[in-house]
C-alpha cells in the first residue's frame, strides 16, 4: 500500500505523463489497487474537485499546443486525447475555455487553462498528507453527544477513551442521526473562573448529526452550532492511523503559518471552539480521511497583541523545598535542541505520563507556589557540546514514592528553598522556547543575576494557562527561571 502522500503525488505524476491515453478513475483505481469510489472520495478530499474532471480539464489544456502547433485536424487532435467523437470535444472544449478549437486556431486568443496540480512538503507526513487551510461557510447543523469534561493534561490520551465510551453506551439510543456514518467531535473551550481559576479545560462531545433536537436521552446534551466561516484543514493517513502527536504538530504548524501571515484577512477562534469529522462509510479501502474546523474572525486595526514580541517581565520570586521528578534526556548542544525539547515535551503529554508523576504528590500541585501549576524542564550543561535536561513536575517534599514506582525510568532530585529570578517571554512556541541567552542578558542587565553558571540547573516553566492557553494570535508565555 502507498502511503498517502506517495500515492497522491505518483497519481498527479501518472494522469500527466498518459493525458494522451484512456485514462480514467476505473483504470487508475485498478492500479493502485482501490475501488473507484474510494479513489474519488480521496481525490475530492485531498484537492476539493472530482478526480473525473481534473483529469478532463488537463487533456483539454494539453490539447492547446496542438491546436496552435500543429497542423492536426480537429478530430484527430480529439482522438489523440480520448475523445471518442469530435463534437464532444468541441462542446467539452467550450465549455472550458469560452471558445472552441477551430476559433482559438483562427484567432490565437489567450485563454486561461488547467495548470497541473502539486503536492508540496507542507502536506507531507510521515504516514499521512495534510492540506488546507481552506476558508468555507459552515451552515447551522445540530447535534446530540456526550459530554465530556477534559482537562489539558490528558486532552491528547482520554478523547479516544471518551469516544469510544459515547460509542458503547450513548451513540444507540440517539434518534434521528442523520447519516449514521457520520462522525462529529466538538470541543469548546470553558475559560477559568473564579473557583478554579488555575486549570483551563475544554468539554470534548463526541456526537451525532441529527434533524432536530427535541428528543435528548438522559446523560446526552444536544448543540447547535450557527452558520459560521470556519478554516478546514484535511488529513489522510492509513486506516488504522489515529490523530497522534505528529499529525496534530504539523497542524498547529500550518495554523501557525497562517495566522503569521500579514496578508491574512482572518484570525482562528481555535480558543473558542473547534470541530472535526470523519465518515465511517470513507473507510472503504486503505485511507481514512478526517477533517477539522476552526471558526474565523476577520481582522481589524483594532486587533493587536497583548504584549509586544519577546520578553515581556522580569522579577524575583520564593519558592519552597521541592521535590522534581522527571524523565531525563541528554542531547547535542546545536540549532534543534531546544525543538527536540518540545518534541518530548509532547509525547510525554500524549502518553500521559505527566498525569501519572501529578498522582504522586500529596497536596495539590497548583497550590505549592505561585507558577506551580506548570510542567517544568530541568536544565543544564552537562559537558562540553552536550545538555543534559528532565522534563517532569515539581511536587511536595515530602512526598512519598510509590513502591510500584518505575524509578528507573524517572529521576528524582530535591531543592532546597531558594529564590529565583524570573524571566517571561512572549511569542510563538518554536520561538521562545530558544530564549535562554536574552534571558539571561535581560537579567544580569537588571541585577537580577550576575554570571550564573552554565552548569547550575535552570528551569522552562510550561505554565497550564500561560503556554497552553495561547491568544488568538498563536503567542504563549514562556517562564525562564533560575536559581539565584
Known amino acids: 500500500m502507498h502511503r498517502p502522500y506517495e500515492l497522491l503525488e505518483s497519481l498527479l505524476c501518472n494522469i500527466e505523463e498518459r493525458l494522451t491515453e484512456d485514462i480514467n478513475t476505473d483504470t487508475l483505481a485498478d492500479e493502485y489497487a482501490l475501488s473507484a469510489t474510494h479513489l474519488r472520495r480521496l481525490f475530492q478530499f485531498a484537492f476539493n474537485q472530482t478526480i473525473g474532471a481534473y483529469i478532463r480539464s488537463r487533456k483539454l489544456s ?3 499546443d496542438n491546436i496552435i502547433n500543429s497542423n492536426l485536424n480537429i478530430l484527430d487532435i480529439a482522438i489523440l486525447y480520448g475523445f471518442e467523437y469530435e463534437q464532444t470535444y468541441i462542446r467539452s472544449f467550450k465549455r472550458e475555455f469560452g471558445i472552441t478549437p477551430g476559433d482559438l486556431r483562427k484567432t490565437g486568443q489567450i485563454i486561461k487553462i488547467k495548470p497541473p496540480l502539486h503536492l508540496f512538503d507542507s502536506n507531507r507526513l510521515a504516514d499521512g498528507a495534510f492540506f488546507g487551510p481552506d476558508i468555507v461557510m459552515v451552515p447551522q447543523f445540530h447535534v446530540i453527544g456526550k459530554k465530556y469534561k477534559l482537562y489539558f493534561r490528558n486532552n491528547l490520551s482520554k478523547p479516544i477513551l471518551y469516544t469510544y465510551d459515547f460509542y458503547d453506551n450513548y451513540r444507540d ?9 457520520l462522525h462529529i467531535n466538538i470541543s469548546t473551550k470553558v475559560e477559568a473562573n473564579s473557583n478554579d481559576k488555575d486549570i483551563g479545560y475544554s468539554y470534548f462531545m463526541p456526537s451525532v448529526h441529527v434533524k432536530t433536537i427535541k428528543n435528548i436521552p438522559e446523560s446526552c446534551e444536544a448543540y447547535t452550532f450557527p452558520s459560521t466561516l470556519c478554516a478546514r484543514y484535511n488529513f489522510i493517513g492509513p486506516i488504522d492511523t489515529v490523530i497522534n502527536m505528529a499529525v496534530a504538530d504539523r497542524m498547529f504548524m500550518a495554523i501557525d503559518n497562517f495566522m503569521e501571515d500579514d496578508q491574512q484577512k482572518y484570525f482562528l477562534e481555535r480558543n473558542r471552539l473547534t470541530i472535526d469529522r470523519f465518515y465511517k462509510s470513507a473507510f472503504d479501502g486503505n485511507y481514512s480521511l478526517w477533517e477539522w474546523f476552526s471558526p474565523v474572525k476577520i481582522k481589524n486595526e483594532n486587533d493587536k497583541p497583548l504584549y509586544p514580541l519577546g520578553i515581556i517581565e522580569t522579577y524575583k520570586q520564593q519558592i519552597p523545598s521541592l ?10 548542544i546545536n540549532n534543534n535542541t531546544y525543538k527536540k525539547i518540545n518534541t518530548n515535551l509532547d509525547i510525554m503529554l500524549s502518553n500521559s505520563e ?11 500541585i497548583k497550590t505549592l507556589y505561585k507558577g506551580s501549576n506548570s510542567y517544568v524542564c530541568l536544565i543544564r550543561k552537562k559537558s562540553e557540546g552536550l545538555i543534559e535536561y528532565l522534563l517532569g513536575m515539581f511536587i511536595q517534599e515530602k512526598s512519598n514514592i510509590q513502591t510500584d514506582y518505575k524509578t528507573t525510568d524517572y529521576e528524582i532530585i530535591n531543592f532546597p528553598k531558594s529564590e529565583l529570578a524570573v524571566c517571561s517571554v512572549y511569542g510563538k512556541r518554536d520561538i521562545i522556547i530558544n530564549y535562554d541567552k536574552e534571558c539571561r542578558r535581560k537579567l544580569e542587565n537588571e541585577k537580577f543575576l550576575n554570571n550564573i553558571d552554565a552548569g547550575n540547573w535552570f528551569l522552562q516553566r510550561f505554565n497550564w494557562n500561560k503556554f497552553y492557553g495561547e491568544d488568538k494570535f498563536g503567542n504563549r508565555i514562556l517562564e525562564y527561571c533560575y536559581f539565584i
Open 323 to 332: 521535590r522534581f521528578i522527571g524523565r531525563k534526556f541528554i542531547e547535542p
Open 354 to 364: 505527566f498525569d501519572e508523576i501529578e498522582k504522586l504528590s500529596m497536596t495539590d
Open 62 to 64: 494539453a490539447s492547446i
Open 173 to 181: 439510543k440517539i434518534e434521528e442521526n442523520i447519516d449514521t456514518s
